[in-house]
């Protein structure tokens, strides 16, 4: 089973800021088939990038993938206030598929 | 449009059994590949169960066992048995793109609760 651990567990960033997530896989994650989701209190997971850079539709282009092999990366450009969530990676290049803990963007 | 709305949950005790619903609407269930993915409280994502397109499924080691995913027409089923304290978790419906991708659609969630 391919292990994926997000870094950092939490991120504090005022609105404006640019955050940049860290997703790192235990072993190489085929055709980088990697997706972002963002989750809010009370809600379901939303779709964000998959195929590692590939923004879903309707996700701003603040928004933006990268990565391959065994680390990827997401990048909010500039935070905007309902941008403040959690977010996971997930893979599914290899069975069974996995998800990252967590990265919580919060307010500072 | 597209919707998954989930139903069934509640409390249970342990050793009990629960089945929860997931009624589609935009597609059948039957032509796309669905899942049972669960959050416990304050936790991170799991997937739980998958059935593909052909009728393969695939079972988290966790649940191997004790759960059953099925379909039919536009209701996709996970039927809990020997329920654990563990099993505590919102439990959500989701359709994955392809035949095991990522998650492109979810349900609102449904609540499990295993205790005495």
């Known amino acids: 089973e391919i292990v994926l651990t997000q870094s950092p567990g939490t991120l504090s960033l005022s609105p404006g800021e640019r955050a940049t997530l860290s997703c790192r896989a235990s072993q190489s994650v085929s055709s980088s088939y990697l997706a972002w989701y963002q989750q809010k209190p009370g809600q379901a997971p939303r779709l964000l990038i998959y195929?590692?850079?590939s923004r879903a539709t309707g996700i701003p282009d603040r928004f933006s993938g990268s990565g391959s092999g065994t680390d990827f990366t997401l990048t909010i450009s500039r935070l905007e206030p309902e941008d403040f969530a959690v977010y996971y990676c997930?893979?599914?290049?290899?069975?069974?598929?996995?998800f990252g803990q967590g990265t919580k963007v919060e307010i500072k | 449009e597209v919707q998954l709305v989930e139903s069934g949950g509640g409390l249970v005790q342990p050793g009990g059994s629960l089945r929860l619903s997931c009624v589609v609407s935009?597609?059948?269930?039957?032509?796309?590949?669905m899942s049972w993915v669960r959050q416990a409280p304050g936790k991170g994502l799991e997937w739980v169960s998958v059935?593909?397109?052909?009728?393969d499924t695939y079972y988290a080691d966790s649940v191997k066992g004790r759960f059953t995913i099925s379909r039919h027409s536009s209701t996709l089923f996970l039927q809990m048995t020997s329920l654990r304290t563990e099993d505590t978790a919102i439990y959500y419906c989701?359709?994955?793109?392809?035949?095991?991708?990522?998650?492109?659609?979810w349900g609102q969630g449904a609540l499990v609760t295993v205790s005495s």
């Open positions: 935009g597609f059948t269930v039957s032509s796309e590949c």
């Open positions: 997930q893979q599914y290049g290899t069975s069974p598929w996995t």
């Open positions: 059935i593909y397109r052909g009728g």
């Open positions: 989701a359709r994955v793109y392809a035949d095991g991708w990522y998650v492109e659609y």
């Open positions: 195929v590692a850079s």
